[in-house]
């Protein structure tokens, strides 16, 4: 149980380009998802706490505007790269849980590549 | 955001040795959690502990909640070559909802 689904796995694209992941709980609903990034050999950092039905939570330094998230159901929410740049290039990574207290399950992660 | 100090941050092991990792934080956690992250891919949950104390093992993996609250520890026994990986030590503190506050990770090499 608790499988957390992350789609695509991997993404090159040219610099200016807008770019959609998804993730989805493919067997459990979850009003609270996460978004974190995560830099070669470092650990994960939180960007963004997406709430079915309302806005997300973005932590600070985060831009609201470049990283559109939207979290329209139970079961999925997305991230939206705007404007992509070389320099957002990373491993994004989502997770969700089962309800409050239960542990965060990831997804397997999006690789961004931007050119 | 604040990480955890998780040590050592990285080991490398001759197979069949025992490992030893821990998390020390300043602030007190309801929640510890250990995950394993394989090159490319996302973390996987290895054992969550949510009692002072409480000591928890999954197969060669044991892990304790300590006393304190403020800090946790992993051992792996009789380390194999698929225990390479980094390992992430994660924890929640009370009036954080669903946050995760993570270690920055040790990374386990096993020579075989």
């Known amino acids: 149980g608790a499988v957390v689904s992350q789609h695509p796995s991997w993404v090159i694209c040219k610099s200016g380009t807008s770019v959609k992941i998804e993730c989805r709980s493919l067997?459990?609903?979850?009003?609270?998802m996460f978004w974190y990034r995560q830099f070669p050999k470092q650990s994960l950092m939180l960007m963004a706490t997406?709430?079915?039905?309302?806005?997300?939570?973005?932590e600070q330094g985060v831009e609201k505007d470049k990283f559109l998230i939207n979290h329209a159901s139970l079961t999925l929410s997305t991230l939206t790269v705007t404007s992509a740049h070389p320099e957002d290039s990373s491993f994004y990574i989502c997770?969700?849980?089962?309800?409050?207290?239960?542990?965060?399950?990831f997804g397997d992660g999006t690789r961004l590549s931007i050119l | 955001g604040q990480q955890l100090n998780q040590s050592p941050q990285s080991m490398f092991i001759q197979e069949g040795e025992d490992v030893s990792m821990n998390c020390t934080s300043s602030s007190i956690f309801n929640t510890w959690l250990w995950y394993k992250q394989d090159p490319g891919e996302g973390p996987v949950l290895l054992i969550a502990l949510y009692k002072a104390g409480e000591l928890t093992s999954n197969g060669r993996l044991t892990a304790q909640f300590g006393i304190t609250r403020k800090d946790s520890f992993l051992n792996i026994s009789a380390s194999i070559p698929s225990d390479v990986g980094i390992y992430f030590c994660?924890?929640?503190?009370?009036?954080?909802?669903?946050?995760?506050?993570f270690g920055g990770g040790t990374r386990l090499m096993v020579k075989p």
């Open positions: 997770s969700a849980s089962l309800q409050g207290g239960q542990p965060q399950h």
């Open positions: 997406s709430n079915e039905g309302s806005k997300a939570t973005y």
């Open positions: 067997d459990f609903q979850a009003t609270t």
């Open positions: 994660a924890g929640r503190e009370n009036n954080a909802g669903n946050m995760l506050t």
